[in-house]
């Protein structure tokens, strides 16, 4: 059983900073492709950010280009996003997801095998 829990959310005056962290359980953390997600009410899941397996490549959405950072600790099963600069329109549950086919990494939701509960992320203007 993989399992995935999300921390870090909270609120946030625009132009602020969080920091998720989203921990893995299981001993091939390694193994995964790590994503990030999010969500509104009424709106559908997007995709924010996602990082290989040795952390050494990485893509973004282009609303977050700049603002956000993914990284990992494969030492401690944990893949964190970094959010500076964050705008009202990022509030949203914001999700991590482990990709376990060896791929090159993506965007798209059902490439992805195992889900977090979600961390809610809201910036006040």
């Known amino acids: 059983q993989v399992q995935l829990v999300e921390s870090g959310g909270g609120l946030v005056q625009a132009g602020g900073s969080l920091r998720l962290s989203c921990a893995v359980s299981?001993?091939?953390?390694?193994?995964?492709?790590m994503g990030w997600f999010r969500q509104d009410p009424g709106k559908e899941r997007e995709f924010v950010a996602a990082?290989?397996?040795?952390?050494?490549?990485?893509y973004y959405t282009d609303s977050v280009k700049g603002r956000f950072t993914i990284s990992r600790d494969n030492a401690k099963s944990t893949v964190y996003l970094q959010m500076n600069s964050l705008k009202p329109e990022d509030t949203a549950v914001y999700y991590c997801?482990?990709?376990?086919?060896?791929?090159?990494?993506?965007?798209?939701?059902?490439?992805?095998?195992?889900w977090g509960q979600g961390t809610q992320v809201t910036v006040s203007s």
């Open positions: 990082i290989n397996q040795s952390g050494g490549s990485t």
């Open positions: 299981g001993r091939t953390f390694s193994n995964y492709a």
């Open positions: 997801a482990a990709d376990s086919a060896w791929r090159g990494i993506t965007s798209r939701i059902y490439d992805y095998d195992y």
